[in-house]
């Protein structure tokens, strides 16, 4: 189960990831939070790596399945003197109502979701999100070019070993079947992350 893995790895997540983080997460994470108020939820809020970025005035979710994580995520609000909901859930059945968020924020999630949770996960997050709201996804993606591809080859059994990770999860792809229309998909690190905003479609 992908939250064994993080309740084992949480207390070094931060340290793992931590180049990473600093060498150009942060910035990605600052432009995905940008203009966005109200109600949100973090959907696999981790540690709290978005923590700094959530829009002043909004009322923040952060939602992960591993209570290990939001352990740290827990101090990391605190340090931060910031009022957030912190608590452990499922993101295929997140007990919220329909229509409840004004915006949904998913950080690096898909990637360590298995394929054929990436449509379920989509669905949930339409279902919780405001008519007229944006469901937000940065994450990893195939990169067609050959650098971009020749790393990715490189550090792929670091990632999947650790984080149980990849750079080929489907989740684009599933955007539509979930009941999302499509408003913006743009890399945003070389061709290895995207950004996609979403709004959900009412019948």
């Known amino acids: 189960m992908i939250s064994l893995t ?41 540690t709290g790596c978005n923590m700094p970025f959530y829009p002043a005035g909004s009322r923040v979710v952060a939602l992960d399945a591993s209570a290990a994580m939001l352990r740290r995520a827990r101090r990391r609000a605190d340090s931060l003197g910031l009022d957030v909901d912190v608590r452990v859930g499922d993101l295929l059945a997140t007990g919220f109502p329909d229509g409840h968020f004004d915006h949904v924020v998913a950080t690096f999630v898909f990637c360590v979701l298995p394929e054929e949770l990436q449509l379920p996960a989509l669905r949930e997050l339409a279902r919780i ?61 070389g061709d290895v992350v995207k950004q996609l905003t979403a709004r959900p479609v009412r019948a």
């Open 129 to 189: 999100c405001k008519p007229g709201g944006t469901v937000r996804i940065l994450d990893y993606c195939t990169p067609k070019s050959g650098p971009a591809r020749l790393w990715t080859r490189t550090v792929a059994p670091w990632i999947g070993f650790v984080f149980s990770a990849r750079h080929d999860a489907g989740y684009e792809s599933c955007v539509a079947p979930a009941g999302l229309d499509l408003v913006e998909s743009r890399h945003v690190f």
């Open 6 to 46: 993080y309740d084992r790895i949480a207390p070094v997540y931060d340290i793992l990831d931590k180049a990473y983080e600093v060498g150009w997460k942060r910035r990605l994470r600052r432009d995905v939070f940008a203009g966005l108020h109200g109600d949100i939820l973090d959907a696999g809020a981790g």
